[in-house]
């Protein structure tokens, strides 16, 4: 079936580092992929929407300075989180959907952890 | 907008007790119904969906009916095991691959041996 594949799964960084996540779909193309993030406890929350060759659209409260997203192929999304700080880090999970009445397809997440 | 409510947790369970995850939903249209579920420390993954009203999603002994007259998909086993202990996300989606998918809240399952 479709696999969703984000890599790294686990990064511990200094503070003021760039990090950057990358998102893949392996075995159907995505032109659209959805990044989210989740504190510990709590739900998933959307943070933006990655249009393949187009600008991400981003939800209301994300910085997108903060958060470069670029989806430069139809497989390939990546998430920058830009000058990381201790507040920057939780979880962070990408989902890309192949469409046609199938289920979201989540990569298995990032763990972030900023010094 | 649409959304998701879902059950609050945390819920505790003896092993071989019947569950029941209530979810409600709101959607414009007819979207389609999933359960997530997400084990400690790792991704979510598809426990089950339902894409049209009255479909039965099931998977690993869990079901849920899509009821359409209720906007209600609530998860249920008959028999839980240690191994569901989880935290468990109702969601729902629209048909097309550049939908949002809209989680309600998460239910953490815990099940005492």
């Known amino acids: 079936g479709a696999v969703v594949s984000q890599h790294p799964s686990r990064v511990i960084c200094k503070s003021g580092t760039s990090v950057k996540i990358e998102c893949r779909s392996l075995?159907?193309?995505?032109?659209?992929m959805f990044w989210y993030r989740q504190f510990p406890k709590q739900s998933l929350m959307l943070m933006a929407t990655?249009?393949?060759?187009?600008?991400?659209?981003?939800e209301q409260g994300v910085e997108k300075d903060k958060f470069l997203i670029n989806h430069a192929s139809l497989t390939l999304s990546t998430l920058t989180v830009t000058s990381a700080h201790p507040e920057d880090s939780s979880f962070y999970i990408c989902s890309a959907n192949p469409g046609g009445n199938q289920p979201q397809h989540f990569g298995d997440g990032t763990r972030l952890s900023i010094l | 907008g649409d959304s998701v409510t879902q059950m609050e947790g945390p819920v505790t369970l003896s092993e071989e007790a019947c569950l029941t995850i209530n979810c409600t939903y709101t959607a414009t249209g007819y979207p389609s119904l999933f359960w997530y579920v997400q084990y400690p420390g790792e991704g979510l993954q598809l426990l089950l969906k339902?894409?049209?009203?009255?479909d039965k999603g099931s998977n690993k002994g869990f079901e849920a009916t899509y009821r359409k007259e209720t906007t209600s998909f609530h998860l249920e086993k008959g028999s839980v095991q240690v191994s569901d202990s989880a935290v468990y996300f109702c969601?729902?989606?629209?048909?097309?691959?550049?939908?949002?998918?809209?989680f309600g809240s998460g239910t953490r399952l815990s099940i005492r041996p």
């Open positions: 990655s249009n393949e060759g187009s600008k991400a659209t981003y």
């Open positions: 339902a894409t049209k009203a009255d």
């Open positions: 969601a729902l989606s629209g048909y097309s691959s550049a939908s949002k998918i809209i």
């Open positions: 075995d159907f193309q995505a032109t659209t």
